[in-house]
């Protein structure tokens, strides 16, 4: 297995979104993840068939989810987090009363084998410390001809940048996201780069989305071993050295982000007034 990034670890993620929790919505989304770029991925997921059973994994505040019932009135959303305070954050959107929310890890869903026609992931990859057990995952709860939708950064190209981003979370290359897919058993796999909210040029690879089927000669997902790290794990003197170090590093590189992105947005809102 790869390196670990400071912050691709569970207890580090809970504790991160305990805090970024409450400024997500306001501060995170209008610069990282917008709506057109939902709207953009979401076309892979095909969700206007109508009566689907939706899971939504590393759901968060529901900006997501929002997007996936406005498409679908009538589907049947589940959120899951791991986050308790991202969860609550979610309440506060009318729209997604009706969606069962689940405290769960993306690597160990607790629900049956084929519960699910659609199994939908919008930034939640960079915090899997062993993203392929995640898509394993998501092959085994989706139904046959069930469609699989995995939205995520891709490894800026810029030197800083991609040195903030090694540091903090996982930022996949484009054919780690096709090959943890295609090692699940998905087939058919349509992809979708997505442009940075701040760029107007189609060229630019900021996201990915990636939708797979899983049909019925989908391959048995690739096997892995035991899981790597277990949230409930007693902290040890130890593990809450090692925890406190990688929280405090890997929160200031991530908190770089934010006035790296403000900046770029108001290059960019500069740019269309001129």
Not at 47 to 57: K, P, Q, R, Y
Not at 195 to 219: C, D, F, M, N, V
Not at 220 to 243: I, Q, S
Request: a neutral charge; one cysteine or more; proline letters at 6%.
């Amino acid at each position: 297995m790869g390196r670990m990034r400071l912050i691709q670890h569970k207890k580090e993620a809970y504790w991160f979104y305990s805090v970024l929790s409450r400024l997500y919505d306001k501060f995170v989304n209008p610069l990282f993840w917008t709506v057109p770029m939902r709207e953009a991925a979401l076309d892979l997921a095909e969700l206007e068939m109508g009566g689907l059973e939706v899971l939504d994994v590393g759901a968060g505040t529901g900006f997501t989810t929002a997007g996936i019932i406005a498409r679908a009135p009538d589907t049947q959303i589940t959120m899951i987090d791991q986050s308790p305070h991202q969860l609550a954050r979610s309440r506060a959107r009318f729209a997604l009363t009706p969606c069962e929310r689940v405290l769960g890890d993306a690597e160990d869903l607790p629900f049956a084998d084929e519960s699910f026609d659609r199994w939908v992931s919008a930034g939640s990859i960079e915090y899997w410390p062993e993203p392929q057990r995640a898509m394993n995952e998501a092959h085994r709860v989706l139904k046959r001809g069930g469609l699989a939708l995995l939205i995520g950064p891709l490894r800026p190209e810029h030197p800083v940048a991609r040195r903030l981003a090694d540091t903090w979370m996982l930022f996949p290359e484009e054919h780690e996201y096709r090959e943890w897919m295609e090692n699940a058993g998905f087939v058919d796999l349509r992809t979708r780069i997505l442009a940075a909210p701040w760029e107007t040029e189609s060229t630019s690879r900021y996201a990915i989305a990636l939708a797979g089927t899983k049909t019925e000669q989908s391959a048995p997902a690739m096997l892995v071993g035991a899981k790597r790290e277990n949230a409930n794990e007693r902290m040890t003197p130890v593990r809450a050295a090692r925890f406190a170090a990688r929280f405090g590093v890997g929160s200031l590189a991530g908190a770089a982000f934010v006035p790296i992105g403000a900046a770029l947005m108001l290059r960019s809102k500069l740019r269309e007034r001129a």
